[in-house]
């Protein structure tokens, strides 16, 4: 139902199974920089384009599409207190809640686009499973509140929209004016539930991401489960662009976030490290974390940037967003070992290279994507369309009739199926080959009558000759008498003929010797007519039950089909 409800919100209008117009997907690279237009990234059309593709995953992901298909996305990975939320910050350009933690216990989505208009935010909750952690059918997308128009009010209205996550049996909007010691409350430990944050303005550059909740090292390991499942979730699918967290203060293989993203990225493909808190570097390790940047990228490994935001301090006092930036390109310009970088390293210094490169990337795996996703949509549109058809029609006025109808179609399927058809898959063709066996072992069970007198050698008895009217059976030229020590001779039919003798005239013999020879081998029949019998039977039940699942598959719910089997 989820896919037919994607595929209804994603057709046009006028009835067309075009989901790539609607979607305004691009056919080729042409498509995004025409060969007769200058090529850059600052190149109006270009950007235009990348915006456009960049909302078509956006549309994608708001129906719930990621549940089914691996759309490109962006998820931060970290261990807790690696710098995280202040790299989601200094992306955004919002601040995200603290005080609570509860910015770590559910995903925060982030939708970034450049627009014309001044600052807005739209703070949105989307729902993918229930209060028990079942999958919902259909998700749904409840907006949390009014748009945000000053970046002051976004940090409470995350903390509020959050505490609904994580309280999914109280009505959102009770958050919205809830006071503070109700928003201590929490129902859930965590939630794959999301925050959506939908921001646009003129200095916002076109990028979308995932929050992940922040990986747990000690607590409650079942905690440190669930947000480790989580993140795998994410991670694993193959159009997730990996941008892991790791402190320089910490050593780099004590962090559990790069071994994470490793084991699903080994090659480190699609993995981009942002090293955190550059200024806590221990005395003596800046070779170590100044290798990573000169490193990276070489020979298709993890490309590294560096940021340097904000302290605790600096936050307490009210740094702006543009202060921030000043204070970290200060900070790469001035402070070694990270000024002494040639020009080539300095590339993926500060937030804003991390944020072009960013990018850049998700705008490329999203290029090579969007064909692929439309392709998989029309598939899963062909598989929808193919499930509704054998769904039930509407509830008939004449019940009787219509079971009558349908019990009737299905008789004459199986009168169809007994009377055998040409295909090489028919009944008749399965059992051709156990007949033949079965055949077989009912003619080795025939008695061996040599009309002769029983020699001293019976090894040197000759075989008879074949009986001519058996030479036309099938199979007849493969059989071979049995062992001649147990052939059964003249005198071996007399000695019982005249043994079973009482008041009969001279030269007849009793009936009953003619009866005893022929049940001593029909007896042998017993073992290979079971055989034969329980294998038509398996394979008539089998056909049988694929008949009964294709005309009555529909009425499972009405118990018509319990009742046909």
């Given at each position: 139902?989820?896919?037919?409800?994607?595929?209804?919100?994603?057709?046009?209008?006028?009835?067309?199974?075009?989901?790539?117009?609607?979607?305004?997907?691009?056919?080729?690279?042409?498509?995004?920089?025409?060969?007769?237009?200058?090529?850059?990234?600052?190149?109006?059309?270009?950007?235009?384009?990348?915006?456009?593709?960049?909302?078509?995953?956006?549309?994608?992901?708001?129906?719930?599409?990621?549940?089914?298909?691996?759309?490109?996305?962006?998820?931060?990975?970290?261990?807790?207190?690696?710098?995280?939320?202040?790299?989601?910050?200094?992306?955004?350009?919002?601040?995200?809640?603290?005080?609570?933690?509860?910015?770590?216990?559910?995903?925060?989505?982030?939708?970034?686009?450049?627009?014309?208009?001044?600052?807005?935010?739209?703070?949105?909750?989307?729902?993918?499973?229930?209060?028990?952690?079942?999958?919902?059918?259909?998700?749904?997308?409840?907006?949390?509140?009014?748009?945000?128009?000053?970046?002051?009010?976004?940090?409470?209205?995350?903390?509020?929209?959050?505490?609904?996550?994580?309280?999914?049996?109280?009505?959102?909007?009770?958050?919205?004016?809830?006071?503070?010691?109700?928003?201590?409350?929490?129902?859930?430990?965590?939630?794959?539930?999301?925050?959506?944050?939908?921001?646009?303005?003129?200095?916002?550059?076109?990028?979308?991401?995932?929050?992940?909740?922040?990986?747990?090292?000690?607590?409650?390991?079942?905690?440190?489960?669930?947000?480790?499942?989580?993140?795998?979730?994410?991670?694993?699918?193959?159009?997730?662009?990996?941008?892991?967290?790791?402190?320089?203060?910490?050593?780099?293989?004590?962090?559990?976030?790069?071994?994470?993203?490793?084991?699903?990225?080994?090659?480190?493909?699609?993995?981009?490290?942002?090293?955190?808190?550059?200024?806590?570097?221990?005395?003596?390790?800046?070779?170590?974390?100044?290798?990573?940047?000169?490193?990276?990228?070489?020979?298709?490994?993890?490309?590294?940037?560096?940021?340097?935001?904000?302290?605790?301090?600096?936050?307490?006092?009210?740094?702006?967003?543009?202060?921030?930036?000043?204070?970290?390109?200060?900070?790469?310009?001035?402070?070694?070992?990270?000024?002494?970088?040639?020009?080539?390293?300095?590339?993926?210094?500060?937030?804003?290279?991390?944020?072009?490169?960013?990018?850049?990337?998700?705008?490329?795996?999203?290029?090579k994507r969007l064909p692929e996703l439309q392709e998989e949509l029309d598939r899963l549109l062909e598989k929808t369309n193919h499930d509704i058809s054998r769904l039930p029609s509407p509830p008939s006025s004449e019940p009787v009739a219509e079971i009558m109808k349908l019990i009737g179609a299905f008789v004459r399927s199986v009168e169809h199926l007994v009377g055998g058809s040409p295909d090489d898959d028919g009944l008749i063709q399965a059992l051709r080959g156990p007949r033949l066996e079965f055949k077989k072992a009912i003619r080795q069970t025939a008695p061996d009558f040599r009309p002769l007198e029983r020699p001293k050698d019976v090894k040197a008895v000759p075989a008879p000759p074949p009986l001519s009217f058996l030479s036309n059976e099938e199979g007849e030229?493969?059989?071979?008498?049995?062992?001649?020590?147990?052939?059964?001779?003249?005198?071996?039919?007399?000695?019982?003929?005249?043994?079973?003798?009482?008041?009969?005239?001279?030269?007849?013999?009793?009936?009953?010797?003619?009866?005893?020879?022929?049940?001593?081998?029909?007896?042998?029949?017993?073992?290979?007519?079971?055989?034969?019998?329980?294998?038509?039977?398996?394979?008539?039940?089998?056909?049988?039950?694929?008949?009964?699942?294709?005309?009555?598959?529909?009425?499972?719910?009405?118990?018509?089909?319990?009742?046909?089997?």
């Amino acid at each position: 139902m989820r896919i037919r409800s994607l595929i209804s919100m994603m057709t046009p209008s006028d009835g067309s199974t075009d989901i790539g117009s609607n979607l305004e997907i691009p056919c080729s690279l042409t498509d995004i920089i025409p060969v007769d237009t200058p090529v850059g990234l600052s190149d109006p059309q270009y950007v235009a384009q990348k915006r456009r593709m960049l909302d078509s995953v956006n549309r994608l992901r708001a129906t719930g599409a990621h549940l089914d298909l691996d759309i490109p996305v962006i998820a931060v990975l970290g261990s807790q207190s690696a710098g995280k939320s202040s790299v989601i910050e200094s992306i955004s350009g919002i601040t995200l809640p603290r005080a609570s933690g509860t910015c770590t216990r559910c995903p925060t989505e982030c939708q970034l686009s450049r627009s014309a208009e001044s600052w807005r935010c739209v703070v949105s909750l989307r729902i993918v499973t229930e209060d028990d952690g079942k999958v919902l059918s259909q998700p749904r997308k409840i907006e949390f509140g009014d748009p945000i128009f000053s970046k002051t009010l976004v940090t409470e209205r995350i903390r509020r929209a959050q505490c609904a996550i994580l309280n999914p049996r109280t009505p959102n909007h009770h958050f919205l004016e809830a006071s503070p010691e109700v928003l201590e409350e929490r129902q859930l430990s965590f939630s794959s539930n999301s925050v959506c944050l939908e921001i646009s303005g003129k200095d916002v550059d076109d990028l979308s991401f995932v929050d992940l909740p922040g990986l747990i090292v000690g607590g409650e390991p079942r905690d440190a489960r669930l947000v480790q499942q989580l993140a795998e979730e994410f991670i694993s699918k193959e159009s997730c662009i990996i941008l892991v967290t790791i402190a320089c203060e910490t050593d780099f293989e004590n962090q559990n976030a790069h071994r994470l993203a490793a084991h699903f990225d080994p090659d480190g493909a699609r993995t981009i490290g942002v090293l955190t808190k550059p200024d806590r570097i221990p005395l003596g390790e800046e070779a170590i974390w100044i290798g990573k940047i000169q490193g990276s990228g070489t020979e298709g490994g993890i490309e590294y940037f560096s940021v340097k935001n904000p302290d605790s301090q600096d936050i307490r006092s009210g740094i702006t967003y543009d202060q921030a930036r000043e204070r970290e390109a200060e900070f790469f310009q001035t402070r070694a070992p990270w000024s002494n970088l040639e020009w080539l390293y300095r590339r993926r210094l500060g937030t804003d290279k991390l944020t072009r490169r960013l990018g850049q990337v998700l705008s490329d795996l999203i290029s090579k994507r969007l064909p692929e996703l439309q392709e998989e949509l029309d598939r899963l549109l062909e598989k929808t369309n193919h499930d509704i058809s054998r769904l039930p029609s509407p509830p008939s006025s004449e019940p009787v009739a219509e079971i009558m109808k349908l019990i009737g179609a299905f008789v004459r399927s199986v009168e169809h199926l007994v009377g055998g058809s040409p295909d090489d898959d028919g009944l008749i063709q399965a059992l051709r080959g156990p007949r033949l066996e079965f055949k077989k072992a009912i003619r080795q069970t025939a008695p061996d009558f040599r009309p002769l007198e029983r020699p001293k050698d019976v090894k040197a008895v000759p075989a008879p000759p074949p009986l001519s009217f058996l030479s036309n059976e099938e199979g007849e030229q493969d059989y071979e008498p049995g062992d001649p020590r147990r052939a059964i001779f003249v005198e071996d039919v007399m000695k019982r003929a005249n043994s079973a003798v009482t008041r009969e005239l001279p030269n007849i013999f009793p009936y009953i010797i003619i009866k005893e020879f022929i049940g001593t081998f029909v007896k042998r029949w017993d073992h290979p007519s079971q055989q034969y019998f329980d294998f038509v039977r398996k394979e008539l039940n089998r056909r049988i039950k694929l008949l009964v699942e294709d005309h009555f598959s529909q009425y499972t719910h009405g118990r018509l089909k319990q009742a046909i089997t």
